[in-house]
């Protein structure tokens, strides 16, 4: 089992930053892809960002250019910076661990999300 903890969420005005943390149970960085996923009201859970074992980096349309995810193997935490923050980003965010098992399964760990939002 692999518990996962989001910080760093809150209200914040448009063209500001933030920076989410996620804290894992335990040291799974080189065998799981990390991400982070966020969900608006209304809407259907989507990615912002993963990281895999070996370190490839993969975004969003939407948040490209303006969000980094990255992890510090040390402390078992993964980051995820966002800058030029607009309306359109308020969501949970969550942070996610997944391992692919078979072609047909995975092993899938969710946090339990943090909130941003971003208002004027």
Request: include cysteine.
């Amino acid at each position: 089992q692999v518990q996962l903890v989001e910080s760093g969420g809150g209200l914040l005005q448009p063209g500001g930053s933030l920076r989410l943390s996620c804290a894992a149970s335990r040291n799974i960085f080189n065998i799981y892809t990390m991400g982070w996923y966020r969900q608006a009201p209304g809407k259907q859970r989507e990615l912002v960002a993963t990281i895999t074992s070996g370190g490839r980096t993969n975004y969003a349309d939407s948040v490209k250019d303006r969000f980094t995810i990255s992890r510090d193997n040390t402390k078992n935490t993964l980051y995820l910076q966002m800058n030029s923050l607009n309306p359109e980003d308020t969501a949970l965010y969550y942070c996610n661990a997944k391992r692919q098992l078979t072609p047909t399964s995975s092993s899938n760990y969710w946090g339990q999300g943090t909130q941003v939002t971003v208002s004027s």
